[in-house]
């Protein structure tokens, strides 16, 4: 299994980024698919994320009505649409995979089993 994150850089506050996971080696409609964050001295923190076969999607409340998480299952990718970044947001987000997690596991980041490499954020006030 192979995780690509893609689509990090430097933005002024009230910029915009998407960012992009590429999966690979994984039936990508079967999986459950996330982004986590983690910025420097702080732990990995949950961002976003699909499970399999539902098109509901959870957010944290941090970023909840700022970030848009969605995958297109024919290209076997997943996206994270981040609107009106503030410095807060600073991070590497990284994206992750996972066949058996259930709901109440999903925003604990050691739950997933495959992640990719990681995506820098940066935002300036």
């Known amino acids: 299994v192979q995780l690509q994150a893609s689509g990090g850089g430097l933005v002024q506050a009230g910029g915009s980024l998407r960012l992009s996971c590429l999966a690979s080696?994984?039936?990508?409609?079967?999986?459950?698919m996330g982004w986590f964050r983690q910025a420097p001295g702080k732990e990995r923190e949950f961002v976003a994320a699909?499970?399999?076969?539902?098109?509901?999607?959870s957010y944290s409340d941090s970023v909840k009505g700022r970030f848009t998480i969605s995958r297109d299952n024919a290209k076997n990718t997943m996206y994270l649409q981040m609107n009106y970044l503030t410095p807060e947001d600073t991070a590497v987000y990284y994206c992750?995979?996972?066949?058996?997690?259930?709901?109440?596991?999903?925003?604990?980041?050691?739950?997933?089993?495959?992640w990719g490499q990681g995506t820098q954020v940066t935002v300036s006030s």
């Open positions: 992750a995979a996972d066949s058996t997690l259930i709901q109440s596991s999903m925003r604990t980041w050691s739950n997933w089993d495959y």
């Open positions: 080696g994984i039936t990508f409609g079967g999986y459950h």
């Open positions: 699909f499970r399999r076969y539902n098109s509901n999607p």
